[in-house]
C-alpha cells in the first residue's frame, strides 16, 4: 500500500502532466481515446462520456457485467450530474485498454482504507490526486469488478465527477457562442439553456466544442435534493439482451475453424505433471493434439465430448508433492491446534481488553465455516487463438484489462500483441478476479501450442468444482463476560486466517472492552475471494455468539441488539425496520420461529430476519427472510432489492448445503449433486427494505450474504434449542423441505 503523501503528491511527475481532476484527460487523451472508442459521430467530452450529434450520450463502463446491475447504475450517476435526458443515455463496456483504467476504483479502495473520502482532499489537490490514483490503475491494469466497488468508488469517485465536469464544459461552449457568462445558463433534459431567452443548444451540438475545454478539477456536484435520476427505479439495461438471448457470454464465442479443448488437471492442489501416455487418446476420433502442461493435460478435438472423452480416457501419473495424505479433518485439526495455542496477532483491543472477562459471568463458544467453492452457473472458460505472433482471447472475467494483462504474460508478449474481448459472464462472485485467472492460463498455452488455429477451452463440471479458489474454512473462538444484567462488560475473540486480519471481525455493538486477534494458518488449498469475502464468516460467528449471548441473558434477541446500538442511529434504524416489517415478537404457529442477524460490510448495512418451521421429524421449512437495508443513497432501489434478494439465495444455499471437503489432498465433490444449491420450491419467500440514509454511498451485491446463516441457525435454535455452530446446517440433523406455498 502505498504512503497518503505518495498517493497525493507522486502521480504528478508520474504521469508526466499535472492534469486538472481525475475524470478528466489532457486533450490527447481524449483524442486518443476517440481514436479507440468513439464511434461515427461520437466525441468523449470527458472520461467515461461522449456524446454524439444527435444528443446520444453514452457512458463508457469500466467494469464487466455479470449481473449486478451497474450498467444501469453507473449511466443513473453520470447522468444525474450531466443532465441528461435519459432516454437519449446508453451504457457501453470500456474496452481492455489502459487509457481506460479505472482510477476511480483505486481512488476509492485507497482513500476508503485510510479513512478519508473525496470531500476530505483539498480541492487546489484534486487534480493531482486523481491523476495519481490514475497513474496507480494504469499500473496495476486496473478494471476490476468486486468488493461491491462500482457505484461507491467508481460511481462516487468517477462516474458523479465526470458527469459534472462534462455538464460545466458544455455550458461553457454554450455561453462562448451566446457570448455570456456560464452563470447565464442552465441545463435540463440533455440541453444548455440560456437563462433570460429560453434559447438553448442540445448537448450533440456542443459536443465538439466542449472537448476543446479544459476541465475543472473540482467541478460542482449536485445537493441530493436536486437529483431527478438518482433514487428512481430505472429499469435495467441488462434485462432485454439476456432474455432475449443476444446477449453473448465465453461460452457463446465461435470461431470459423474453431476447435475445442478438455482438461485433466492434477487433481491433489500443487501436483506436477510426471508422465501420461497419450497414444490412446491421439488415435480417438476428431482428437488434434494432447498438450502437456505443468500441472495438467488438455486434449483439443473437433467436438468438445470427444475431446471431454478422449481427456477421460487418460491416466496421467502426478507428483503430489507430499499433500496426498491431507483431508478435511487434518486441515480442522491444524486449525484448531493453532486456534488453541497461537501465536496470535491482537488486531483491536479497545478498553481492558481480556481483562475485563474477570468482571463477570464468562460465556464461551467456538463457531467453524467450512471451504465453499463458487460454482458459478457458467463452468470456467476462454476462447484463444495464436496467429501470426498475436494472441487473441475471448473470456468472461472480472477484469478485462487485467485478463488482457495476464494473457500477455503467460504468452510473454507485449500488451499491444494481445487483443481480450471481454465477454458477459455467467456468475463471478469472486472466482473471475485477477490472480485467479488460471482458466486464462489453460487457455492461452494450449492456443500456443495450436498456431493459428482458434481452440476454446471448457472447464467440465467437475473440474471447475475441484480446481476452483475456494472461500476458507475458518474456525473462530469467543469469549465474553456478562454483568447481573447480561449485558457484555467484556468481548474476547480468536480466529484463524490464511493471510492478515480481517476488519470484518470489528464489532458494531457498543461493548466498553474488546480484543480481537487472529492466529495464520496455511494449507496447500488455493483460497481466494467470495461473496462478501471476510464478512462471510464473521457475519455467522458474531450474530450466531451475540445471540448466544441475548439468551443466556434472558433477553429478547433484536431488545438486546437494540441496548448495544444505542449509540448508532444508522444500525438501530435498520434493526428496528427490520423487526416492524417481519412482525417480530407477533404470535406464530407451533414450530415455527423467527431469528435475527445484523452486519454492515461494503458500507451497507443489513438486517436479516429468518421465519422457519422445523417438522418432528427434523424437516426444515424457512418460510420468509424479510431484510432492511441502509446502503447510504441508494441509486436504483429497485436494483439493490434485487442484488440483495441473490445474496440471501446465494448465501442462503452455503448456510444450509455448501461444504466443500479434502481426502488425499483432492476435493471431494464433483458436481451439483454433491455440492446442493437452494431450489425453487425451497427458496424462502423474501421481502427486501429499501431506507435511505446520510450515509456514504454503500455496495449492493455482496452485503446482503452474511447476516443469512446466522439469522437461520439464531431461528433454528428458537425452534428447536438446537445451537448451530459449525456450517452447514444439513449436518445437524435437518433437512430443507419445500416451501408449501411456493410456486409449482
Same mark, same amino acid.
Given at each position: ?159 458523479? *465527477?465526470?458527469?459534472? #465536469?462534462? %455538464?460545466?464544459?458544455?455550458? =461553457?461552449? /454554450? &455561453? @462562448? ?5 456560464? +452563470? ?112 495438467? *493435460?488438455?486434449?483439443? #478435438?473437433? %467436438?468438445?465430448?470427444?475431446? =471431454?472423452? /478422449? &481427456? @477421460? ?5 502426478? +507428483? ?126 494450449? &492456443? ?297
Amino acid at each position: 500500500m502505498p504512503t497518503r503523501r505518495a498517493i497525493l503528491f507522486g502521480g504528478a511527475a508520474a504521469g508526466g502532466a499535472l492534469i486538472v481532476g481525475y475524470a478528466l484527460w489532457p486533450s490527447h487523451r481524449r483524442e486518443d481515446a476517440d481514436r479507440l472508442d468513439a464511434k461515427g459521430d461520437e466525441r468523449f467530452v470527458s472520461n467515461w462520456i461522449k456524446i454524439a450529434t444527435d444528443g446520444t450520450v453514452t457512458v463508457v463502463v469500466p467494469h464487466c457485467d455479470m449481473g449486478t446491475g451497474i450498467f444501469t447504475a453507473l449511466p443513473q450517476m453520470a447522468a444525474e450530474e450531466l443532465d441528461a435526458d435519459w432516454s437519449m443515455v446508453r451504457a457501453e463496456q470500456a474496452p481492455p485498454d489502459s487509457l481506460f483504467a479505472n482510477g476511480a476504483l483505486a481512488e476509492g479502495f485507497i482513500l476508503s482504507g485510510q479513512g478519508l473520502g473525496r470531500e476530505q482532499i483539498p480541492a487546489f489537490l484534486r487534480g493531482i490526486v486523481g491523476n495519481s490514483f490514475r497513474t496507480i490503475a494504469d499500473f496495476m491494469d486496473l478494471q476490476t469488478t468486486g468488493g461491491s466497488s462500482a457505484v461507491r468508488f467508481t460511481g462516487v469517485y468517477g462516474m458523479q *465527477v465526470t458527469g459534472a #465536469a462534462a %455538464r460545466e464544459l458544455l455550458v =461553457k461552449a /454554450a &455561453a @462562448a457562442r451566446w457570448s455570456v457568462s456560464p +452563470d447565464a445558463c442552465v441545463t435540463k433534459n440533455g440541453r444548455v439553456i440560456l437563462s433570460a431567452t429560453g434559447k438553448s443548444f442540445g448537448y450533440g451540438e456542443l459536443a465538439a466544442e466542449a472537448a476543446r475545454y479544459s476541465p475543472s478539477s473540482n467541478p460542482k456536484l449536485k445537493s441530493p435534493t436536486e437529483y431527478t435520476l438518482i433514487g428512481k427505479s430505472l429499469p435495467r439495461a441488462d434485462i432485454p439482451p439476456k432474455t432475449n438471448g443476444t446477449a453473448q457470454y465465453g461460452i457463446d464465442v465461435q470461431a470459423p475453424g474453431l476447435l475445442y479443448a478438455a482438461l485433466r488437471i492434477a487433481p491433489v492442489f500443487g501436483s506436477k505433471l510426471k508422465s501420461v501416455d497419450t497414444r490412446g487418446a491421439e488415435g480417438m476420433r476428431g482428437v488434434r493434439k494432447v498438450v502437456k502442461l505443468d500441472d495438467a *493435460v488438455v486434449v483439443v #478435438a473437433d %467436438r468438445y465430448w470427444r475431446a =471431454k472423452d /478422449a &481427456a @477421460a480416457s487418460l491416466a496421467p501419473v502426478w +507428483d503430489e508433492g507430499g499433500a496426498g495424505n491431507v483431508t478435511s479433518a487434518s486441515i480442522t485439526a491444524k486449525r484448531q491446534a493453532a486456534l488453541k495455542a497461537g501465536p496470535f496477532d491482537v488486531d483491536q483491543k479497545i478498553g481492558s481488553g481480556a481483562e475485563a472477562l474477570s468482571g463477570g459471568r464468562v460465556i464461551e463458544a467456538a463457531y467453524s465455516v467450512p471451504y465453499l467453492a463458487h460454482a458459478t452457473m457458467e463452468p470456467m472458460n476462454a476462447t484463444a487463438v495464436f496467429r501470426d505472433g498475436r494472441l487473441e482471447v475471448w473470456s468472461g472475467t472480472q477484469d478485462g484489462l487485467g485478463g488482457r494483462a495476464h494473457c500477455a504474460k503467460v504468452a510473454d508478449l507485449a500488451m499491444e500483441k494481445v487483443t481480450f474481448h471481454l465477454m458477459h459472464l455467467g456468475g463471478g462472485f469472486g472466482r473471475r478476479l485477477p490472480n485467479y485467472f488460471n482458466f486464462l492460463t489453460y487457455a492461452v498455452k494450449t &492456443a500456443m501450442a495450436l498456431p493459428g488455429v482458434p481452440v476454446k477451452l471448457l472447464f467440465t463440471r467437475e473440474e471447475d468444482m475441484q480446481h476452483d479458489y475456494y472461500r476458507p474454512n475458518v474456525l473462530s473462538s469467543f469469549k465474553a463476560a456478562l454483568d447481573k444484567a447480561g449485558a457484555p462488560l467484556g468481548w474476547v475473540n480468536h480466529y484463524t486466517t490464511e493471510d492478515n486480519a480481517n476488519p470484518e471481525a470489528h464489532l458494531i455493538y457498543g461493548i466498553a472492552n474488546q480484543e480481537i486477534s487472529t492466529t495464520k494458518v496455511t494449507t496447500h488449498v488455493p483460497t481466494g475471494p467470495w461473496r462478501s469475502v471476510e464478512a462471510s464468516w464473521h457475519g455467522f460467528f458474531i450474530e450466531s455468539f451475540v445471540d448466544e449471548l441475548a439468551h443466556a441473558a434472558g433477553t429478547d434477541p433484536v431488545a438486546y441488539r437494540r441496548a448495544l446500538l444505542k449509540e448508532k442511529p444508522r444500525h438501530l434504524a435498520v434493526l428496528e425496520r427490520a423487526a416492524q416489517e417481519a412482525g417480530w415478537g407477533t404470535p406464530l404457529p407451533p414450530r415455527h420461529a423467527r431469528g435475527i442477524a445484523i452486519f454492515e460490510c461494503f458500507q451497507t448495512i443489513v438486517a436479516e430476519i429468518a421465519e422457519v418451521e422445523v417438522a418432528d421429524d427434523g424437516g426444515l421449512t424457512i418460510h420468509r427472510i424479510t431484510a432492511a437495508v441502509d446502503a447510504g443513497t441508494t441509486v436504483n432501489p429497485d436494483g439493490l432489492k434485487a442484488q440483495v434478494e441473490g445474496a440471501i439465495i446465494f448465501g442462503l444455499s452455503a448456510a444450509l448445503h455448501g461444504a466443500i471437503t479434502i481426502d488425499k489432498g483432492a476435493v471431494v465433490q464433483a458436481n451439483f449433486p454433491d455440492y446442493e444449491m437452494v431450489r425453487l420450491l425451497g427458496c424462502p419467500a423474501i421481502d427486501v427494505h429499501v431506507a435511505n440514509s446520510d450515509g456514504p454511498y454503500g455496495g449492493g451485491g455482496e452485503p446482503g450474504t452474511p447476516p443469512v446463516a446466522p439469522a437461520v441457525a439464531n431461528a433454528v435454535f428458537a425452534a428447536t434449542g438446537i445451537r448451530i455452530r459449525e456450517l452447514p446446517i444439513r449436518d445437524h440433523g435437518l433437512a430443507l423441505k419445500d416451501r408449501p406455498s411456493a410456486i409449482r
